[in-house]
């Protein structure tokens, strides 16, 4: 039997099942400070993006019996992987469960900031009719350019083609097979040729923002920034700098720098759509991830 503690909610039946596999589960969530020592009494951790399991709760779990972590999720930047693998505590996540998911959010946030559906939304609860002020573009013809090309991006462009856009993409591993029909390119030719930039590349914290204010510049001043990767990938002040001098027509953001975020002039800004990382968050998806999580768990018992 193992101790589970779940600390940002999970599926109930995922859990259920957990429980009638003679596991103990606890759902419960802890603030920083408490993290570490509460982990001591438990074999696995279960957590989503609100949760962060950094070097000092590390140490202290160490004083105990943790010997994994599970992402109920993808990105893994909000746990200190490498040390937590190097101090004999496995990391897994579940990466093929919500692809489907964030990838139509993204879409979701094209038309959003396309057709100006969420300013819109706001100046009519004032008893505002502005109908003239919200001339929109159609998403078919126009070129998509997608940062990094993995399970999300591809289901992405799988979406976006259906639509009748072009696609372009670029990543650091290279060309993907298969997707002949697709454009290959750098990151700075990506940036000057599309209509649409969509991101779906980790923050590494080492490296600072992938969109800084000199890739911002390479951009058509008609173009869309989407970011439903993480935060910290895109410089917030130099983007609404870049909305503020008309160099972009529009961003749309479920992540941020800060969670939550406490960025209000880029929440405010007409022409920002934003969500509060809602992008696993549909029912289909946090099955999938309840299943695949049950599956890593398996799997590290058999050990």
Known sequence: MLRILVTDGMDKDAAQQLRDMGNEVVEQYYEPEMLGEALQSFDVVVIRSKTKIRKPIIDEALKGKLKLIIRAGVGIDNIDHRYA????IKVRNTPNSSSASVAELAIGHMFAVSRHIGIANVTMRDGKW????????????????????????????????????????????????????????????????????????????EHGPTINKEKLELMKNTAFLINCARGGVVDEKALVQALNEGKLAGAAFDVFEEEPTKNIELVNHPKVCVTPHIGASTAEAQKRIGQETIAVIKEFAKK
């Open 85 to 88: 693998e190097e101090k004999g």
């Open 130 to 205: 502005e109908k003239k002020s919200y001339k929109g573009v159609e998403l078919a013809g126009k070129t998509l350019g997608l940062v990094g090309f993995g399970r999300i991006s591809k289901e992405t462009a799988k979406r976006a083609e259906a639509l009748g856009m072009n696609i372009c993409y670029t990543d650091i591993i290279g060309k993907a097979e298969g997707y002949d029909n697709y454009e290959f390119c750098t990151l700075d030719a990506l940036l000057q040729k599309s209509d649409y930039v969509s991101l779906h590349i980790p923050f590494i914290k």
